[in-house]
């Protein structure tokens, strides 16, 4: 079974703190992206990848950074967490090809304080 | 405003009732896909429509994209607990090009089944 893997569950970080929430997949997929879900908002964009060292922003890129160094793993970056980033974190994957069939991480709640 | 649209927000059925779900959109959708999210988890792919007036089936939920391509609905048969969860249409919403590959997102709608 495809497998996308979030680092973090749950995580409690403080405002002003540089927050890592790591990505991997397991199938060799070109394509990663980093949705944040919201209630009201449903699944924005933040950033995608469709190879290693290549990034593209997404519709909320704002306060947000990534690295995709290996092809399995994709990391978005928290430069200095605020209250607005308290969120519901989502990865996804995808075949390059094959934009719409995505492989979703279990997601990472993060909670700004 | 959304460039997807679903309808309803929310929804609460009997268990063996039937049920749809609505995505709208003002653009023509290049793709549009079905997703399942049960609560607190990641998504779950479930069905890709690409041309117009096309219907797929998976067990007893059907998905159909009208001949325009700008609306999708869902329909559950005989709903039963398992069936549960948010559902969220996703679409591809400009032309198929090589490095542009991301989907927009509906806002999702929460079902819950009751026994």
């Known amino acids: 079974d495809v497998k996308v893997t979030q680092s973090s569950r749950y995580l409690v970080k403080r405002t002003g703190e540089k927050v890592f929430l790591e990505c991997v997949q397991d199938?060799?997929?070109?394509?990663m992206f980093w949705y944040r879900q919201d209630p009201g908002l449903g699944l924005r964009l933040i950033y995608f990848?469709?190879?290693?060292?290549?990034?593209e922003k997404g519709d909320i890129p704002e306060g947000y950074s990534v690295s995709r160094e290996k092809k399995e793993r994709f990391s978005l970056i928290l430069e200095s967490a605020s209250t607005n980033q308290t969120s519901m974190y989502l990865c996804a994957s995808s075949f390059g090809g094959y934009p719409g069939e995505l492989f979703f991480g279990e997601g990472s709640r993060l909670t700004v304080l | 405003s959304q460039e997807l649209e679903q309808s309803p927000q929310s929804l609460i059925v009997q268990e063996g009732k039937n049920l749809t779900i609505n995505c709208t959109s003002s653009k023509t959708l290049y793709g549009l896909y079905w997703y399942k999210q049960k609560y607190g988890e990641g998504l779950i792919f479930l069905m890709m429509?690409?041309?117009?007036?096309e219907e797929k089936s998976h067990e007893k939920i059907t998905a159909k994209l009208d001949e325009k391509k700008q609306q999708s609905s869902l329909h559950i048969t005989a709903s039963q607990p398992s069936h549960a969860g948010i559902y969220l249409c996703?679409?591809?919403?400009?032309?198929?090009?090589?490095?542009?590959?991301?989907?927009?997102f509906g806002t999702g709608t929460r079902l819950t089944i009751i026994p």
């Open positions: 990848s469709y190879d290693v060292k290549m990034k």
């Open positions: 199938m060799d997929h070109e394509n």
């Open positions: 429509l690409q041309k117009g007036g």
């Open positions: 996703g679409a591809d919403m400009t032309v198929i090009d090589f490095g542009n590959e991301k989907l927009t």
